[in-house]
């Protein structure tokens, strides 16, 4: 079992476990429609919701995590370790895809990069990961600027390669990192 990674402050949040006593909170929180309306899935079904995110502190590849703004929780930070894809003799476990979802009153202030930051430090820096990835539809500014300004790579502009509940076949983009660019950012202090 990998050490665990929260809690951990990230700028102005602490990035922490679930607990069982915010679940439906958090349900709330994900099933906003402010905030699935640029989400891949558009609602958490709350059974599954509650499963997973109870099973969150005891797993080996779901670390994702709960944004802490000084005892409210705003956001939830998803970090998935993944393998990548290769033929016989790949390494397993090797990478993570990474997401965010920020409540709406507190857009804008800087914590969603907080948050990705965060995330960022857990996969390479406590979980040793040599990859991350994350996607968002092309017209999802703001998600796709957090992952700028945390440092990650635009990789990938796909043509209408997304579907989206209201305006169908849309862009997708897709970002990356690799823990030795991270490691070089850290270093001169752009992480
Ligand atoms: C996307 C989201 C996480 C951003 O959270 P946030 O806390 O407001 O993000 P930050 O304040 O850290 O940064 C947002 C950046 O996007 C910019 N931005 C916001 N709206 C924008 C728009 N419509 N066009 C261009 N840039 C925009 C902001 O100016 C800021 O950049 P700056 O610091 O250079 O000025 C938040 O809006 C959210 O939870 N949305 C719903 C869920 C979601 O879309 N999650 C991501 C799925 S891929």
Not at 104 to 116: C, E, I, M, S, Y
Request: charged residues 25%.
């Amino acid at each position: 079992m990998p050490t665990a990674p929260w809690p951990a402050r990230s700028g102005s949040l602490v990035l922490r476990d679930p607990r069982p006593d915010e679940i439906d909170e958090l349900l709330a929180l994900r099933n906003d429609p402010a905030v699935n309306r640029w989400m891949l899935k558009t609602h958490a079904e709350p059974e599954a919701f509650r499963r997973e995110w109870l099973a969150v502190p005891d797993s080996a590849t779901d670390f994702s995590c709960v944004a802490d703004l000084d005892g409210r929780a705003v956001g939830l930070g998803f970090l998935d370790v993944v393998d990548g894809m290769g033929q016989p003799g790949m390494p397993v476990g090797t990478q993570a895809g990474i997401g965010y979802v920020l409540a709406p009153d507190v857009w804008g202030r800087g914590l969603a990069t907080d948050l990705a930051r965060g995330l960022l430090t857990a996969a390479f820096d406590v979980l040793g990961l040599r990859r991350v990835t994350a996607g968002c539809y092309a017209d999802n500014h703001a998600s796709a600027r957090v992952l700028e300004k945390a440092g990650m790579r635009r990789e990938q502009h796909g043509v209408q390669d997304s579907w989206h509940a209201e305006l169908g076949w849309v862009d997708g983009c897709e970002y990356a990192l690799l823990a030795h660019e991270w490691a070089a950012r850290r270093d001169v202090g752009t992480a």
